[in-house]
């Protein structure tokens, strides 16, 4: 039997941390779609953030993306956030977007280009700095798209030295988070192709390194709950980017796509004592929103994690260890699928209410009004998004 009074505690514990650049406008290579209202400020996409945590109570954090969010007085922004309600997340380092980086960043056969893009990732450890961020998230766009056309080798040398100087920058309550992505928008060799790499090159860096999985940046098929447990019994996970794709990195919302997925996961995380604040795994969201509306999308996001979350709370340990161990397979596989077939939507609207919150957080956005009073206000100037 499972204490449903523990799994309420351990859900008022969940904190999952947003992507700016999920408030922004975006897209795909054909076509971006405006949406009235969108920020056109590093400040109003926090602003949009927070009524994500206003209405959920478990979105504590902004993740941000330099240059895309770039101010001239970051702990002025980080002070923002916290008027916000909300506090500023992982730094997302972009070296992707800049002419130079056409044939990589950090490993580029140029040597100007490298220390270019090492100058911009030690930029965003000064962002952390400023903001009181501890995590750099690194993603590299580098790779190769013909046979040849680079030394694959000598690419992971240059790789290898760029992480090692950034984890020498780093202060000692700061981690770098890699990021490994199959390809995309390199189409022969990627430099961070998998989990395997990421996890080679974050063994050698020593503590402060980690691998960060993000749920679209697989081959079909791929099984992430595998990665997760290996990752965390190895304690090398460092977080999560969500979101959800039917074909490659749709980055569509978070268990649409398949919430069986996701409990898997999220049951991964449990077991392994990824759900304990301790092991600081960093929960995130990295999705655009192209054609649904941006906010509700999120808030829809976080409802979508919470409850894969519960279910994976709601799984009877011992029940499973005991089939487990008696070799019982479709009792122990029924343990599991009892808990993923629970509903757990009363639940956590229950939770909800005892914390003083609308019990439907979708509902609840809707009728505040928010979205037509940004439509109202936000008018003229840039709108920030995807390359701003
Ligand atoms: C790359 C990625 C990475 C970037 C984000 C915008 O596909 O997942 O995390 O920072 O998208
Ligand atoms: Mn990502
Ligand atoms: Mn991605």
Same mark, same amino acid.
């Given at each position: 039997m499972t204490d449903l009074s523990a799994v309420k505690a351990a859900l008022r514990g969940q904190s999952i941390e947003l992507p700016s650049w999920a408030f922004a406008n975006s897209g795909t290579r054909f076509k971006v779609f405006g949406q009235p209202g969108v920020p056109r400020t590093p400040q109003e996409k926090i602003a949009d953030a927070a009524q994500v945590h206003r209405y959920?109570?478990?979105?504590?954090s902004v993740a941000l993306h330099i240059p895309w969010d770039t101010v001239d007085d970051y702990a002025e922004l980080a002070a923002y956030a916290r008027e916000q309600g909300v506090r500023v997340g992982t730094v997302n380092a972009n070296v992707?977007?800049?002419?130079?980086?056409?044939?990589?960043?950090?490993?580029?056969?140029?040597p100007g280009v490298r220390a270019k893009a090492l100058d911009h990732l030690f930029a965003c450890i000064g962002v952390m700095d400023a903001t009181g961020s501890a995590d750099l998230k690194l993603w590299f766009a580098d790779g190769t798209n013909y046979p040849g056309q680079d030394d694959v080798r000598a690419r992971q040398d240059r790789l290898a030295e760029a992480l090692e100087a950034v984890r020498d920058r780093l202060g000692p309550d700061q981690r770098m988070l890699l990021e490994y992505k199959l390809f995309e928008p390199a189409f #022969?060799?990627? &430099?961070?192709?998998?989990w395997g790499t990421a996890y080679a090159h974050c063994l050698k860096l020593g503590d402060q390194a980690q691998v960060v999985v993000d749920?679209?940046?697989?081959?079909?098929?791929?099984?992430i709950e595998f990665i997760v447990a290996f990752l965390l019994r190895e304690h090398k996970l460092g977080g999560f980017d969500f979101n959800s794709r039917? #074909?490659?990195? &749709?980055?569509?919302?978070?268990?649409?796509?398949?919430p069986f997925q996701l409990f898997r996961i999220m049951y991964e995380v449990v077991r392994g004592g990824g759900y304990d604040p301790a092991e600081g795994i960093a929960f995130m969201l990295d999705q655009c929103h192209n054609i649904e509306a941006k906010i509700p999308a999120q808030i829809r996001s976080v409802l979508n994690v919470q409850e894969a979350t519960a279910k994976a709370l709601l799984v009877d340990a011992g029940a499973l260890d005991a089939a487990q161990r008696s070799g019982d397979v479709l009792g122990a596989n029924a343990v599991l699928m009892d808990a993923y077939n629970t509903d757990v939507r009363p639940l956590l609207a229950e939770l909800r209410e005892e914390d003083g919150r609308d019990p439907d957080p979708m509902a609840a956005f809707a009728r505040s009004g928010y979205l037509e009073a940004i439509a109202a206000e936000r008018v003229g100037g840039r709108q920030a998004g995807w390359g701003a």
């Open positions: 959920t109570g478990i979105a504590p992707f977007q800049d002419d130079d980086f056409k044939l990589g960043s950090v490993t580029n056969p140029d #022969y060799t990627t &430099d961070v192709p998998d749920t679209g940046h697989h081959a079909p098929g791929t099984n039917f #074909y490659a990195d &749709d980055d569509l919302m978070v268990g649409a796509a398949d």
